[in-house]
């Protein structure tokens, strides 16, 4: 293939494996559309990324990030934690007993239904 072309990659990224990841994931980019920082002289795509890490036209972070958001399945988004009712409850409760005593905890009488609106 581009024996060259991966001797001089070597260098810029030291880690075979990693730099396989990452022209992997540039000649993804290519073909979805990214922008070519230098001339394609008929090369395909997995050459292209090569001669671009080699030559220092990309940023490695960058490569990273894009490696990254392109293996995950699904992007977390960070959620406001749900309002946990029991947990509002006991430090209701803790407070009461704190403040008043068990009269104070006791639970609050729900109010009570009107005859009328009671169901037969």
Do not use: W, Y
Not at 72 to 93: G, I, R, S, Y
């Amino acid at each position: 293939m581009a024996r060259v072309t991966v001797e001089d990659c070597i260098v810029q990224i030291p880690n075979r494996f990693e730099l396989v990841m990452f022209a992997s994931q540039r000649a993804r980019d290519i073909s979805a559309g990214a922008q070519i920082t230098l001339d394609r002289d008929r090369d395909k795509n997995p050459v292209v990324a090569l001669r671009e890490i080699a030559e220092m036209k990309l940023d490695q972070a960058v490569l990273k990030d894009s490696l990254i958001s392109g293996m995950q399945k699904h992007a977390d988004v960070d959620k406001p934690e749900e309002v946990n009712e029991m947990a509002e409850l006991e430090q209701e409760l803790a407070a009461a007993l704190a403040q008043g005593g068990a009269e104070a905890a006791q639970p609050k009488a729900l109010p009570m239904a009107e005859e009328d609106d009671v169901a037969e």
